[in-house]
């Protein structure tokens, strides 16, 4: 059973739309993450979050919101879509000394 | 300049052969984890590494926290081990690498 799930799996948004990526986790872990995976690169992170309600920026959160309403939900937010939004999103939690990964969200700017 | 760098970058191997990857870090780590990331996308903890060797199946992981590094040692490959390895680090933040693209022939 996944631990870690996101919604949707893939996106087509246009240029200057709202999108929102969300996440859900079962393992009650405080921390949650959102990166961003470019073809052919690692991840980098945009934001996390180590507890409902707030939220701290991460290494590239220029384009990007994120909420925090409860221990389990965490939302990745582009008020306006671009195009170099385009890329695969993945949603993690901590716990203890390992991340736990969701299966990614395909989002393509058009 | 990037805290994680791994290498090589890409390889190539005949099934059975072995497989060295490593991953070299400019920071300190409190935690080091190796994952795996399939052709279709999705990512596979494969082991969590801060310091010294651990052994899961065919993988064996060292780590030399002294010298800021670690490797990935896979045995007698086989082609369903073709995908993306990435290795993360994390202090106060978490860094990724690039990874390292294996290609196993059969």
Redesign the interface.
């Known amino acids: 059973e996944a631990a870690v799930t996101q919604s949707p799996r893939s996106k087509v948004a246009v240029t200057g739309g709202k999108v929102t990526l969300s996440c859900h986790q079962t393992n009650n872990h405080d921390y949650m993450?959102w990166?961003r995976q470019d073809t052919?690169?690692?991840?980098?992170?945009i934001h996390y979050s180590y507890v409902a309600d707030s939220t701290e920026k991460?290494?590239i959160p220029d384009g990007y919101k994120a909420s925090r309403p409860s221990q389990e939900n965490f939302s990745l937010i582009l008020e306006l879509a671009s195009l170099s939004q385009t890329a695969?999103y993945?949603c993690a939690t901590?716990g203890g000394?390992?991340?736990?990964?969701g299966?990614?969200t395909?989002l393509t700017v058009l | 300049g990037q805290q994680?760098q791994q290498s090589p970058a890409s390889l190539v191997l005949q099934e059975g052969e072995n497989a060295e990857l490593q991953c070299n870090f400019s920071s300190t780590a409190t935690?080091l984890?190796w994952?795996y990331q399939s052709p279709g996308?999705?990512?596979v903890?494969l082991l969590?590494n801060?310091s010294g060797t651990k052994h899961t199946g065919r993988l064996t992981s060292t780590t030399v926290t002294k010298e800021r590094r670690s490797s990935l040692h896979i045995s007698s490959s086989q082609t369903t081990d073709s995908g993306t390895y990435?290795c993360?680090i994390?202090n106060n933040?978490?860094?990724?690498?690039?990874?390292t693209q294996l290609v196993v022939k059969p």
Do not use: K
């Not at chain 1, 052919?40 to 992170?45: A, E, T, V």
């Open positions: 993450y990166y052919g690169h690692g991840l980098r992170l991460g290494d695969v993945f901590l000394p390992e991340q736990y990964f299966p990614g395909r | 994680v935690q984890q994952f996308g999705s990512l903890s969590s801060p990435l993360a994390a933040r978490i860094f990724f690498g690039d990874g």
